[in-house]
């Protein structure tokens, strides 16, 4: 037994199909690329160009790409109070710092390697018998 959508979420639902098979590439493309011209030249419809899209798109119903986005769309509308205003903003300074921290670490990796490779350099010279005092004294043109 299904229920029958007033008219307004007919439409409603038209047009949040009509999106996604835009967005998933399910709809002809002509159509897509004749909307999304009206939306750069502000002339949308969004009632004419769900019908247009949805009519030339033939999209079974219960087409299983459209029923996983609509997922993840809802998932993504959920979140979206948690990621505006300041709760947001303080998810997006910790994420930042975090990534500072990332980079002082990683930075902190590189220069510790290499004077482990410069230190092992001087072992190694050392070792051989060469002189670092007198490796430097060669290079600076000195006796």
Known sequence: MTARLDEKD???????????????????????????DA?????????RS?????????????EPLLLERSG????????????????????????????VLGALAGQALALALYTALVLAALLLLRLRGASVDGLLDALLGGS
């Open 72 to 99: 993840t769309l809802q998932r993504d509308l959920f979140m979206a109070p948690l990621l505006a205003g300041s709760r947001g903003a303080q998810r997006a300074a910790r994420e930042a710092r975090r990534g």
């Open 39 to 47: 939306v750069s030249a502000d002339a949308f419809d969004p009632d």
């Open 10 to 36: 007919e439409r409603m639902w038209k047009r949040l199909k009509a999106g996604l098979c835009v967005e998933l590439g399910l709809a002809d493309p002509a159509a897509a690329r004749r909307w999304q």
């Open 50 to 62: 769900a019908e247009e899209v949805l009519a030339m798109s033939g999209v079974a119903p219960g």
